[in-house]
């Protein structure tokens, strides 16, 4: 069975504090791990898929890097509108569905 | 360019009270889902659908049952609500022609009391 597991649960930064999030899975075969922002009240947004060891992938103040057993989003000189829940979810070889972590919540003071 | 649509947006049951949450897609995707999110729990699927015609059960499916009424559509219903279905519902969906991305909905939020 699929196991996503994010960390921290919750991250509090400073504007401008540059910081990392972790997610940790297991999966028999990876297909693909995908990063989604959710905003309170809202739907998660896709925001990166990575779907082999190396790959990174970048998005405004946002990068997105994949290891055999884990993905980091990295956070770079955050502003306050970065502030969401951002869940990690991976999809397993010869599937489609998603299986999410619970999150992370980050919040950024101005 | 609406996506996702999901109705109602907010809905107050009493438990052993019926009602359908309604879901369609512009996007011509073949593959919709179902998801509960709940505090520290994280997005857990109820019921997929790969594809017109098709329904097979997710994660947590008791208390459920799903009809994928077209393409574009797929309803959610709870036959007789309990206070642990109270949580935050979305639809989402996927194909393969866009890498498998699952895109969502709004939510609806449901409330058994």
């Known amino acids: 069975e699929d196991q996503v597991t994010q960390s921290p649960e919750a991250l509090r930064l400073q504007e401008g504090e540059s910081s990392s999030l972790n997610c940790s899975y297991t999966?028999?075969?990876?297909?693909?791990l995908f990063w989604y922002r959710q905003d309170p009240g809202k739907g998660p947004e896709f925001l990166f898929t990575?779907?082999?060891a190396g790959e990174e992938k970048e998005k405004e103040r946002l990068k997105a890097t994949l290891t055999k057993k884990e993905s980091f989003l990295h956070i770079t000189a955050p502003k306050p509108e970065d502030s969401a829940t951002y869940l990690c979810?991976?999809?397993?070889?010869?599937?489609?569905?998603?299986?999410f972590g619970a999150g992370t919540t980050v919040t950024v003071r101005a | 360019n609406a996506g996702v649509t999901q109705t109602p947006k907010f809905q107050v049951l009493k438990t052993g009270q019926s009602m359908t949450l309604q879901c369609a897609q512009d996007?011509?995707?073949?593959?919709m889902y179902w998801y509960r999110q709940d505090p520290g729990m994280g997005l857990r699927l109820i019921y997929y659908?790969?594809?017109?015609?098709?329904?097979d059960k997710g994660e947590v499916p008791n208390g459920y049952n799903v009809s994928r009424l077209n393409k574009r559509e797929f309803s959610l219903r709870l036959e007789s609500a309990a206070p642990s279905q109270t949580s935050v519902y979305f639809c989402?969906?996927?194909?393969?022609?866009?890498?498998?991305?699952?895109?969502f909905g709004e939510g609806s939020w449901l409330t058994v009391v």
């Open positions: 979810a991976v999809q397993e070889t010869n599937d489609y569905k998603l299986s």
């Open positions: 999966v028999s075969g990876l297909r693909g």
């Open positions: 990575l779907y082999s």
């Open positions: 659908s790969a594809s017109e015609g098709t329904t």
């Open positions: 989402a969906s996927s194909t393969a022609s866009s890498g498998n991305t699952i895109y």
């Open positions: 996007m011509n995707h073949n593959s």
